[in-house]
């Protein structure tokens, strides 16, 4: 591998890694307020107010939803920056970065809708695969809407399982009495 292009992956793997100690300071940020809302929600329920129990269990849910999707990206740029780690080591750069490629373009859909700012950062970083795959003369594919390679789909399929775990032992369940009248 030339050394300019092993430079600019232990440059795209720090970006990386910044990121994804963004996702998990608002996976922390949102499990504490999920569990505020769960708390609201009981009282309200306590106090007798069906009404403003449903709207903080409603809310504890789209939170939950969000955390999902953070915990999930969280959790492919984790297998990301490992698998670009690797190319570094191992020097599979052609399979490395094109898998890598694909998972980007994955996360950036759900990840923009909740946090904007971060799906930028993470479409920078995916340009910047992007150039490295280009100057190593690497094929990227049909821009959008190219299916994942095999090892991208794994990485995806493994993302998303285990932030469906981490969120139900992460997050309490709402109420109950919220629950069944639903």
Known sequence: MREHL????QKVIIRLSTEINKLKREEATME???KELISKATDALSSGDQEKAKIF??????VKKSAKVIFSTEIALERVALR???TLDVGDFA???GSSFGVLKKVMGPLSEIMPEAS???????EEVNSIMSEAEIATG????APLSEDAESIMKEAEALAESRVK???PEPPAQLTAKK
Request: glycine share 6%; net charge negative.
């Open 6 to 9: 092993r430079e600019k992956l």
């Open 32 to 34: 504490v307020r999920e």
């Open 57 to 62: 269990a409603n809310e504890a849910a789209e």
């Open 84 to 86: 670009l780690e690797t």
């Open 95 to 97: 399979a490395s970065l």
């Open 120 to 126: 930028q950062e993470i479409s920078s970083i995916e």
């Open 142 to 145: 049909p821009m959008t809407g």
């Open 169 to 171: 032992e992460g997050f």
